[in-house]
């Protein structure tokens, strides 16, 4: 895995045990998109806030302790209301005196440059759209080298606006802008006076996926059937059916099945991890750490096995403000102003996040996917000796990722409909 990747399944891993302390449920974020987010707000820090970011995001680079700017600092005076989601560079903007970027800190952006660069190479069996803008205050000085950054990492370009004298027009634009994006499944994703006029930036990572399954679930197959929430509630839900051959590992340790559901070309695919113990997740989860999920789920390990999967119905929707999640996993100076150090971002007054908000919607049906943080044979109950047997009734984890790059799109938590 390259270090976009391994940075990709340990911040996406350690924040869901961070969401599960506080939110029971469901659970469903992007761990890319937050990341890429987390990725642009990096790319504009210095001193110890860079190094915040850098280990939060588990942006493992050879050097932890330099920022991409290749300056030491301390916090300049330089007041952001910053919001990542989910998921014309402008000619006033003036150069700043900083000094060129350092290669060890460029690495984990050059990754992600090629990540998204990739990403738009996908075939047209998918619909997978990850979109960043900035949206940022008209009269604001924003360095016109951070945004000449942040286009090249990130395709991504600030659009003025008048946060001053007309925030809650600016705020409407922002979500007709993302919801645009997600193909409207995520809307209003700023409340009504959320935004005001001491908003300086506001950050946006989108991200849009729908796509088939290589092997689609047939309709006549779906039935209802019980969902187990715990070993004596259940709730009654739609459950597909299929028999086929799909990428398989069986967890002896853990008594635990991983089952691999390919999307069309197998460029993408889901990942269910199902304990046999209808109680048996949070006992797995206890257990399990990036580096085994990444080792199970390897082409490698995993082998195709004739598999009778049932699989529920889904769709998730979850919204979050993460500022006391990420100040858990120790990112606190972005919320400061004392503390928060942009100098790669601007020169002027002195600039904090406010927000850090995501939103994610997912929908698994028998042709495929639709999320926006996919021909079998019909199902029989006449089962061959040497296959695998995979209801999952009962909550799970699952988690959809870009083969080819191992970066995971989608992570999230399914205990109850």
């Known amino acids: ?161 008048d946060f001053i004298n007309a925030a809650e027009q600016s705020r409407k634009k922002i979500n007709a802008w993302v919801e645009s994006q997600t193909n409207e499944k995520i809307k209003d994703p700023f409340s009504e006076n959320s935004l005001s006029s001491s908003t300086k930036l506001v950050l946006i990572n989108a991200i849009y996926l729908k796509g088939k399954w290589d092997r689609e679930f047939k309709k006549e197959n779906t039935k209802e ?38 999307y069309k070309n197998s460029d993408l695919s889901m990942f269910v991890l199902l304990p046999n113990d209808i109680d048996g997740l949070e006992k797995i989860i206890d257990k399990l750490t990036p580096e085994k999920l990444v080792e199970w789920t390897n082409p490698r390990q995993m082998e195709a096995r004739n598999v009778s999967l049932h699989l529920p119905r889904l769709e998730v929707e979850d919204s979050y403000d993460l500022e006391r999640v990420l100040v858990a996993m120790g990112l606190e100076d972005i919320f400061s102003q004392c503390e928060a150090d942009y100098l790669g971002t601007c020169l002027q007054s002195r600039l904090q996040a406010q927000k850090f908000l995501h939103r994610s919607f ?49 992570f999230g938590r399914f205990s109850s409909p």
């Open 362 to 410: 997912l929908e698994v049906t028998e042709d495929g996917t639709e999320a926006t943080a996919a021909t079998g044979m019909a199902f029989t109950v006449s089962l061959d000796s040497g296959c695998e047997y995979v209801h999952c009734n009962h909550p799970f984890l699952f988690f959809i990722r870009h083969n080819e790059s191992n970066n995971i799109l989608f």
């Open 1 to 161: 895995m390259d270090l976009l990747s391994t940075a990709n399944a340990h911040f996406g891993f350690n924040l869901f045990k961070e969401l599960k302390r506080i939110h029971d449920g469901n659970i469903l974020f992007s761990p890319v998109g937050m990341s890429t987010a987390i990725g642009m707000v990096f790319l504009g820090t210095g001193g110890a806030t860079a190094s915040q970011l850098q280990k939060v995001g588990s942006f493992f680079a050879a050097h932890a302790q330099t920022d991409f700017w290749g300056q030491s600092s301390k916090n300049t005076e330089t007041t952001l209301s910053d919001s990542a989601l989910e998921g014309q560079n402008v000619g006033y903007m003036f150069l700043s005196s900083v000094s060129t970027l350092k290669e060890e800190s460029e690495e984990i952006h050059q990754q992600f440059q090629k990540f998204l660069t990739e990403i738009r190479k996908l075939p047209d069996d998918y619909e997978l759209y990850i979109a960043n803008r900035l949206f940022g205050e008209k009269t604001y000085l924003f360095l016109q080298k951070y945004l000449d950054y942040i286009e090249k990492y990130y395709h991504a370009s600030l659009e003025p606006v």
């Open 225 to 262: 059937e019980e969902f187990w929430l715990n070993k004596s509630t259940s709730k009654s839900v739609l459950m597909m059916a299929q028999y086929n051959s799909f990428s398989f590992v069986f967890l002896e340790d853990l008594q635990a099945k991983i089952v691999g559901i390919p």
